[in-house]
């Protein structure tokens, strides 16, 4: 797969997106593909995919201007991409068309933000959001709303926390990691060891992701 541009321009033409899923195409390479969509919801500026011959029928009455097709299926209705796996490229088509909302870089007046934490480059931290002493935020690193970072985190760059996250002491994030919303790493859990005389005792544990 070619490396996303650095600004993606609001439609491709068929040939500039097959070279992108790195596949080869047939038929007017100059459609225009603006979406993604599936067969049966496609409209025109849209690229479907045919997962499975079974469907054939919903390839033929579709309205897409394109679709991403096996590399034995020969059909010639609408242009199409030939792939090894039209499921997979149709999901890095979908990663490329679909733009998620990012807040800008730039720390909110009401988060807490340690005056020891390093902070990358081009970093969001959101409102109400708390940072704890000496965590390393790398570059370009996203911190939605209401997260808690405890002290002597590590987290990567571009990695994406959102909303209700809290990250315990001490655990470290690598890079282009998205976390979802309420999600607790790091944090202490129980589980029971047999002793000498047989008889269960509970043990705590952290749990480092």
Same mark, same amino acid.
């Given at each position: 797969?070619?490396?996303?541009?650095?600004?993606?321009?609001?439609?491709?033409?068929?040939?500039?997106?097959?070279?992108?899923?790195?596949?080869?195409?047939?038929?007017?390479?100059?459609?225009?593909?603006?979406?993604?969509?599936?067969?049966?919801?496609?409209?025109?500026?849209?690229?479907?995919?045919?997962?499975?011959?079974?469907?054939?029928?919903?390839?033929?009455?579709?309205?897409?201007?394109?679709?991403?097709?096996?590399?034995?299926?020969?059909?010639?209705?609408?242009?199409?991409?030939?792939?090894?796996?039209?499921?997979?490229?149709?999901?890095?088509?979908?990663?490329?068309?679909?733009? +998620?909302?990012?807040?800008?870089?730039?720390?909110?007046?009401?988060?807490?933000?340690?005056?020891?934490?390093?902070?990358?480059?081009?970093?969001?931290?959101?409102?109400?959001?708390?940072?704890?002493?000496?965590?390393?935020?790398?570059?370009?690193?996203?911190?939605? +709303?209401?997260?808690?970072?405890?002290?002597?985190?590590?987290?990567?760059?571009?990695?994406?926390?959102?909303?209700?996250?809290?990250?315990?002491?001490?655990?470290?994030?690598?890079?282009?990691?998205?976390?979802?919303?309420?999600?607790?790493?790091?944090?202490?859990?129980?589980?029971?060891?047999?002793?000498?005389?047989?008889?269960?005792?509970?043990?705590?544990?952290?749990?480092?992701?």
């Amino acid at each position: 797969m070619k490396n996303l541009p650095e600004k993606h321009p609001l439609s491709l033409k068929l040939a500039e997106l097959a070279n992108y899923l790195s596949c080869k195409f047939e038929g007017e390479g100059k459609t225009e593909i603006r979406g993604v969509s599936s067969l049966e919801k496609a409209k025109k500026g849209d690229i479907s995919f045919l997962s499975h011959p079974k469907y054939r029928k919903l390839l033929e009455k579709t309205k897409a201007s394109a679709a991403i097709i096996p590399l034995e299926e020969k059909f010639n209705r609408i242009p199409v991409i030939k792939a090894e796996n039209p499921y997979l490229s149709f999901i890095k088509a979908v990663n490329y068309f679909y733009k +998620p909302y990012r807040p800008e870089p730039g720390i909110h007046p009401s988060a807490l933000v340690s005056s020891s934490a390093k902070i990358g480059k081009n970093v969001s931290i959101g409102a109400l959001s708390v940072v704890g002493d000496k965590v390393e935020i790398g570059e370009g690193t996203t911190i939605f +709303p209401l997260v808690c970072v405890y002290p002597n985190v590590i987290i990567g760059k571009h990695t994406i926390l959102h909303s209700h996250v809290s990250i315990r002491e001490g655990v470290k994030i690598g890079n282009r990691v998205i976390i979802h919303n309420g999600t607790i790493l790091g944090s202490e859990g129980f589980g029971y060891i047999q002793t000498e005389n047989n008889t269960s005792q509970k043990s705590l544990k952290r749990e480092l992701s």
